[in-house]
Antibody
Framework: QVQLVESGGGLVKPGGSLRLSCAASGFSFSDYYMSWIRQAPGKGLEWLSYISTMSTYTNYADSVKGRFTISRDNAKNSLFLQMSSLRAEDTAVYYC???????????????????WGQGTPVTVSS | DIVMTQSPLSLPVTLGQPASFSCRSSQRLVYSDRSTYLSWFQQRPGQSPRRLIYKVSNRDSGVPDRFSGSGSGTDFTLKISRVEAEDVGVYYCMQGTQWPGTFGQGTKLEIK
């Protein structure tokens, strides 16, 4: 079945780095845009970044621009989020999501994520 | 960024009764292709979010037909015709007309 499984979360000190991974299965990974979304404890959802099918297009929310880098390996059906200069306010559950529709010039995701992973928690604390 | 505002924040509903969720955007969500990119997500307690509705009124596969979406411009509504126990959770609207896509703060559906 269609599945996304995140890993790599954990406890990290302020200023530190962490690399999240998302393993995809059950669908043709290279045919879809992919995204990272996070949810701070007791809070709502924040869309952080997306990457196009061939990694041509990426974009970031202002809150993580310059600190986080999204990437993918289509040969390994995997999505990544490299996070650096982490802050306490980055503490959240991080979800990867499959994007099923994009449009425009440049094309951006339009209808959110149709498949979500179970999330991986990241805690930034000294 | 486009700001999405949902109301109410909490919605107590009796089983079998209808429920209505409101979502308002700070800008019109009609894109240049004439489509309106407004989606609704459900997050049950302890679970990941799940998309219910995309492009205002299109139900995702497997979503019961008691869920319906409507609206235009800056005002949108998600309705549940008859609430069931499994519907408990937080409902979020999201706009995809402009990057970054932004979510509302959520409406928590509770059983009265």
């Amino acid at each position: 079945q269609v599945q996304l499984v995140e890993s790599g979360g954990g406890l990290v000190k302020p200023g530190g780095s962490l690399r999240l991974s998302c393993a995809a299965s059950g669908f043709s990974f290279s045919d879809y845009y992919m995204s990272w979304i996070r949810q701070a404890p007791g809070k709502g959802l924040e869309w952080l970044s997306y990457i196009s099918t061939m990694s041509t297009y990426t974009n970031y929310a202002d809150s993580v621009k310059g600190r986080f880098t999204i990437s993918r390996d289509n040969a390994k059906n995997s999505l990544f989020l490299q996070m650096s200069s982490l802050r306490a306010e980055d503490t959240a559950v991080y979800y990867c999501g499959r994007v099923d529709f994009w449009s425009g010039n440049p094309p951006i995701p339009r209808s959110g994520m149709d498949v979500w992973g179970q999330g991986t928690p990241v805690t930034v604390s000294s | 960024d486009i700001v999405m505002t949902q109301s109410p924040l909490s919605l107590p509903v009796t089983l079998g009764q209808p429920a209505s969720f409101s979502c308002r955007s700070s800008q019109r969500l009609v894109y240049s292709d004439r489509s309106t990119y407004l989606s609704w997500f459900q997050q049950r307690p302890g679970q990941s979010p799940r998309r219910l509705i995309y492009k205002v009124s299109n139900r995702d596969s497997g979503v019961p037909d008691r869920f319906s979406g409507s609206g235009s411009g800056t005002d949108f509504t998600l309705k549940i015709s008859r609430v069931e126990a499994e519907d408990v959770g937080v409902y979020y609207c999201m706009q995809g007309t402009q990057w970054p896509g932004t979510f509302g703060q959520g409406t928590k559906l509770e059983i009265k």
